[in-house]
């Protein structure tokens, strides 16, 4: 009887580690991937939050522009020096802000 006892100590035993291992490996996961993503997800809105008229943008393609207008999900982006090349797109197509007053 005892070593059927000992038997199923040691499944419960390598039952239970495999668990934590897989634990482990989660989090591991969650602080390597997700954390870092979710960071970034925030300091993109702020980022968007705080763009303002006349601030200078370049967009997820890699175009450079002014904004000219901003309304809740749209903003109107003026591209190159030709004042007819208005463009309006969605917030999400913006990649970075470069504010007004920080480029002189």
Same mark, same amino acid.
């Given at each position: 009887?005892?070593?059927?006892?000992?038997?199923?100590?040691?499944?419960?035993?390598?039952?239970?580690?495999?668990?934590?291992?897989?634990?482990?490996?989660?989090?591991?996961?969650?602080?390597?991937?997700?954390?870092?993503?979710?960071?970034?997800?925030?300091?993109?809105?702020?980022?968007? !939050?705080?763009?303002?008229?006349? #601030?200078?943008?370049?967009?997820?393609? =890699?175009?450079?522009?002014?904004?000219? #207008?901003?309304?809740?999900? #749209?903003?109107?982006?003026?591209?190159? !020096? !030709?004042? !007819?090349?208005?463009?309006?797109?969605?917030?999400?197509?913006?990649?970075?802000?470069?504010?007004? =007053?920080?480029?002189?």
């Amino acid at each position: 009887m005892s070593i059927v006892a000992s038997e199923s100590a040691g499944a419960i035993m390598s039952g239970a580690s495999m668990i934590l291992w897989i634990v482990v490996m989660v989090a591991i996961m969650y602080f390597l991937m997700i954390r870092p993503q979710k960071k970034e997800q925030k300091r993109l809105a702020a980022m968007l !939050n705080d763009m303002a008229v006349g #601030d200078s943008v370049v967009t997820t393609s =890699g175009f450079y522009g002014v904004v000219l #207008d901003i309304t809740d999900e #749209d903003v109107i982006v003026e591209f190159g !020096n !030709n004042k !007819n090349c208005r463009i309006p797109m969605r917030k999400a197509a913006i990649a970075e802000v470069e504010k007004a =007053g920080s480029a002189e």
